[in-house]
Nanobody, 119 residues
Framework: QVQLVESGGGRVQAGDSLTLSCAAS????????MGWFRQAPGKEREFVAS????????SYANSVKGRFTISRDNAKNTVYLQMNSLKPEDTANYYC????????????WGQGTQVTVSS
């Protein structure tokens, strides 16, 4: 059974940095993609970033490109989202998710961690 546990959310000021972590278990890691999504109140959930476990290939939403960095630690089975130059519009509940590389949709999700950025 796939299990994803996020941590690292909190309240920060605009311009600050924050790093989210997602500890994963129950995966055949070499065949999975890990992603970060976020959902702000009243808005749809949106893609933030993704990384493949085996090759480390990354992808980012345009809104975070150049500010956020996704990375993985294979030894710790953990994915990170380093968020720099945070803006109030980055305020959201951030979710870690995973899927097999052959699938279209992410099918396993964490419980989410709240990030609040004040101006």
């Amino acid at each position: 059974q796939v299990q994803l546990v996020e941590s690292g959310g909190g309240r920060v000021q605009a311009g600050d940095s924050l790093t989210l972590s997602c500890a994963a278990s129950g995966l055949t890691f070499s065949t999975y993609i890990m992603g970060w999504f976020r959902q702000a109140p009243g808005k749809e959930r949106e893609f933030v970033a993704s990384i493949t476990w085996r090759t480390g290939i990354t992808s980012y939403a345009n809104s975070v490109k150049g500010r956020f960095t996704i990375s993985r630690d294979n030894a710790k089975n953990t994915v990170y989202l380093q968020m720099n130059s945070l803006k109030p519009e980055d305020t959201a509940n951030y979710y870690c998710a995973t899927k097999r590389v052959t699938l279209q949709r992410y099918d396993s999700w964490g419980q989410g961690t709240q990030v609040t950025v004040s101006s």
